[in-house]
């Protein structure tokens, strides 16, 4: 240190207090880097690494960006896990001598980038914050820049998997003092979820401590009048975010002015499976938003609307009363095509008033900014008369408590001018009017020859002196200029400045104030306007809390005009909501598949379940058909109502389910190791576990990643297990393709059979994408590789290998399985042990006959072996004769 010049002791000093982040130091025009931090951003940034200090072994690495850009860089650096402290100058260089003071006024994480053009409109970035204490979870969720402030608690870590689909966290706190099991299903989180995962000191998750920041922040006096009372865990991992927030923002955050508690109960939980299988914000293979509900029902018009929906979809309600409020206010505007359309031009003025008040929050907002806010609030009072005329209560409740803002409105229009430059140290932020000495130095500065020569005519009129003069230069600024010949008539009131050969030079009081004016105009012109819009852009800040609740109740009114309107074109019709356990749709249709064809070709299809005879639906027929369309169908309408949404159907009596639970498709998950058929039976477990007899679940070829006994066999038990309604009893659509399933309707209560209905025209099938009562004997496989363009041969193969595994009659053996309806567990016994042992000798027997082996010498050894009896070496001994002879066959 003693070597660094004293510029650089003080960037030493600020580093030493920020050693996990990348130290962005503001000297004039740029932010430099300098020594590991230059190294690293240089190569991340892939920008030119120099050196500063003297030659040899003192100089040192250094980069640096410019600050006018140096948002983009701060983005890309925290996109590849990085922090990034923003290091400014605090004091005016020409104010004083020295160093210039400077010190660190933002970190910038992933969690609290406020950067709003590299964040998606319609999404949230949300910062969590999870504690885990006395076998509870506290989960705090907050987005900085639209001021959301979320908390709940749950006992099961598999509901906070569910929490973290839901909120998709761009960064998540947790203590670095977690442990054991809890550390490591932070991790699998991590991986699962591709969050920067910010491990923060211990300490900071204090229960005194945080709850003591959460009182001063919303200033109450108990945490009881924020609804936090019964929130012991949650309380900490809400406290901690703030302090978090605190300390990485250093300033006073009063765009986060409510904190909302909520149960996970409260709505439809939705694993990341379903939400992936049900594509509800985004394609399964691509990524996309076209080709997902979202995509469907998104017809907002503004950013604030969207992100709205997208909350509504990804939790659905569950409680009857709010779902029909919703329900009847999408109606009621479906009812008036008129105002909804004028409603429409008004949304379309509005800009994203909740992430503008969070720049204006962060004392980040512009003019421009601000004259975006002015523009949307003007549309506030528009929209509330044309509300006037509703009466669902959600609508009703707009009109009502929709605060117009006309004061907000009214300061900005005084204040700002309409187009302002971008940065606030250019001037012209200020309308003419609004303050009268922004007003005397904008005429100084452009009327000032004016004044001058109007001076000067007058003091030539008061004095006699016909060739005076009002003169400048840069040491003595403006004076009056006399010749020696008029000297006598001069007069008291001019003040001597300068003596010349045959001149003499004054100044008076009136030039001097006009001097003053002139000079210096523009800058002081530019210093005064900042402060002046300092000054309004924190009037507005201090009506954050009525801004927002503006704000929330145009993004409601914006969702449910999307809705009506996506109803009204896409021919969707209003649910009928029971909490009886019945799901009767007639005609049914896929909302996302019938938008993608053309010619209004989709096919639709009834569906009926409920709590009795027709809890589980096995549903069979050829891959291709439609089967998964269909399931998936249903998993969206019933979830589309309970989002308040009108469905795709002619009619549609919906039961209430406590959550979706799919099973569709799998694929290897490599990185940890687990096959497809590890992830299909971890999925089918997680299911087998939590669901209810309330919850719907739609499962898609179980059983189908290993052999076909084993396969068959668990499907078969799976179907068992679900029906039987002293465990699980839940209504569930199961299609398979083991044909053998159908001959469980009339074994098992509830369970009954649906096909999808095929044309065979010779060898050719046709799709007819129809669901009917009844089963299939026959998986059309073949015909369905036909269809994809199979060789000729391997078709032609394909049938000759399928007519010798027929003769096996699998089916036949299947419908003499003793169905079993019920589990004791007592029945597990040492018997058990011998009667598996048998079975796997008796499928090895039944899988051999399946490929035509002729040699039953191999098995007849097999059963006589006595393995009870053998020693290790004989074992060794047997198994290898055993290998040879089964080479020799």
Not at 178 to 197: V, W
Not at 209 to 227: I, S, T
Not at 821 to 834: A, G, R, V, W
Not at 855 to 876: C, F, H, Q, R, V
Request: aromatic residues 8%; contains cysteine; proline residues 2%.
């Amino acid at each position: 240190m003693a070597k660094l010049t004293p510029m650089m002791q003080q960037y030493m000093s600020i580093k030493e207090q920020h050693k996990d982040c990348l130290l962005f130091f503001r000297l004039g025009d740029f932010y430099e880097m300098f020594f590991d931090d230059a190294v690293t951003a240089s190569r991340e940034l892939e920008i030119t690494l120099t050196s500063r200090g003297k030659a040899g072994n003192d100089r040192y690495p250094m980069c640096g960006v410019p600050f006018h850009s140096a948002e983009n860089y701060v983005q890309r650096l925290i996109e590849k896990g990085y922090k990034v402290a923003i290091c400014e100058q605090v004091s005016d260089p020409s104010a004083g001598k020295g160093i210039v003071e400077r010190e660190v006024v933002r970190i910038v994480t992933p969690g609290t980038n406020i950067n709003t053009d590299n964040i998606e409109d319609t999404k949230n970035n949300y910062l969590l914050c999870i504690e885990l204490k006395d076998n509870k979870i506290g989960l705090a969720a907050a987005d900085v820049t639209t001021g959301e402030f979320f908390v709940t608690e749950m006992e099961d870590e598999k509901k906070l998997f569910d929490e973290l689909a839901k909120f998709l966290p761009s960064e998540v706190l947790v203590s670095d003092g977690q442990s054991g099991n809890s550390s490591l299903q932070i991790e699998e989180a991590r991986k699962r979820f591709d969050f920067f995962l910010n491990l923060y000191p211990e300490w900071n998750f204090d229960r005194n401590r945080c709850e003591e920041k959460l009182l001063k922040h919303f200033g109450v006096l108990k945490l009881d009048g924020l609804g936090l009372g019964n929130y012991d865990v949650g309380i900490i991992a809400a406290g901690t975010l703030l302090g978090y927030l605190y300390e990485t923002q250093k300033r006073q955050l009063n765009h986060l002015s409510k904190i909302t508690p909520y149960s996970v109960n409260e709505f439809m939980m939705l694993d990341i499976s379903t939400r992936r299988n049900l594509e509800l914000t985004e394609t399964l293979r691509e990524k996309k938003r076209r080709g997902s509900l979202l995509w469907v029902l998104d017809k907002t018009r503004t950013a604030m609307g969207g992100r709205m929906l997208r909350k509504w979809i990804e939790q659905p309600l569950i409680t009857e009363e709010k779902i029909q409020k919703r329900l009847d206010a999408v109606e009621e505007l479906i009812n008036d095509p008129i105002n909804r359309e004028e409603l429409k031009e008004y949304l379309d003025e509005i800009y994203d008033m909740e992430r503008l008040m969070g720049k204006v929050a962060y004392g980040a907002a512009n003019g421009r900014d601000l004259i975006a806010l002015r523009n949307s609030l003007r549309m506030l009072p528009h929209i509330k008369s044309l509300m006037e005329c509703y009466e669902t209560s959600l609508l009703k409740d707009i009109h009502v408590n929709m605060d117009e803002l006309e004061d907000i409105h009214q300061l900005i229009d005084n204040s700002i001018m309409e187009e302002p430059p971008v940065t606030l140290r250019e001037g012209r932020l200020i309308k003419d009017g609004y303050h009268q000495d922004v007003d005397k130095y904008r005429k100084a500065s452009t009327d000032g020859k004016h004044w001058i020569a109007e001076l000067e005519a007058k003091e030539r009129e008061l004095t006699g002196i016909k060739n005076l003069k009002i003169k400048y230069n840069k040491v003595f600024g403006y004076y009056l200029e006399v010749t020696k010949s008029y000297l006598n008539l001069v007069p008291d009131r001019f003040v001597r400045k300068q003596t010349l050969a045959n001149a003499e030079r004054y100044i008076t009081p009136e030039l001097k104030e006009i001097e003053d004016t002139v000079l210096g105009a523009e800058e002081k012109i530019v210093e005064l306007e900042y402060q002046l819009f300092t000054e309004i852009r924190d009037k507005i800040a201090a009506e954050m809390e009525r801004i927002q609740k503006s704000a929330t109740k145009v993004a409601r009114l914006d969702v449910i005009r999307s809705l009506a309107n996506v109803a009204e074109r896409q021919n969707f019709i209003k649910p009928h909501l029971n909490v009886e356990g019945i799901i009767d749709i007639k005609d049914g249709r896929h909302p996302v598949v019938e938008k993608m064809i053309d010619n209004d070709a989709f096919i639709p299809n009834n569906t009926f379940l409920n709590e009795d005879e027709d809890r589980l639906a096995i549903i069979t027929g050829p891959n291709m058909a439609g089967k998964s369309t269909y399931m998936r169908q249903v998993a969206l309408i019933v979830l589309m109502g309970q989002i308040g949404s009108f469905v795709p159907a002619s009619e549609a009596n919906i039961s209430l389910v406590d959550r979706i639970f799919t099973r569709v498709g799998a694929s290897d998950d490599l990185a940890s190791g687990q096959s497809t058929f590890m992830v299909e039976m971890t999925e089918v477990s997680n299911i087998l576990n939590n669901a209810t007899k309330d919850s719907l679940l739609i499962l898609d070829e179980i059983g189908r990643g290993t052999s076909t006994f084993d396969g068959l066999s668990i499907a078969w038990s799976v179907v068992e297990y679900i029906s039987d309604q002293n465990i699980i009893g839940a209504k569930t659509l199961f299609a398979t393709h083991y044909h053998e399933l159908t001959e469980l309707e009339g074994k098992i209560s509830g369970v009954k059979n649906y096909c999808v209905t095929i044309k065979e025209s010779g060898e050719d099938i046709i799709f007819l994408h129809k669901i009917k009562r009844g089963g299939v004997d026959h998986s059309y496989g073949i015909e369905v590789a036909k269809l994809a363009g199979l060789p000729k041969t391997v078709v032609e193969r394909s049938k000759e290998i399928l007519s010798q595994l027929n003769e096996s009659d699998i089916a036949k053996k299947a419908s003499d399985i003793e169905v079993q309806t019920s589990i004791d567990e007592d029945l597990i016994t040492s018997k058990q042990h011998e009667e598996t042992v048998v079975q796997v000798a008796t499928t090895m027997e039944t899988q051999l006959n399946l490929f035509d082996t002729h040699s039953y010498d191999l098995i007849e050894k097999i059963k006589k072996l006595n393995i009870l009896e053998m020693t290790p070496m004989d074992a060794m001994q047997t198994l290898f004769d055993l290998h040879k002879s089964a080479k020799d066959l």
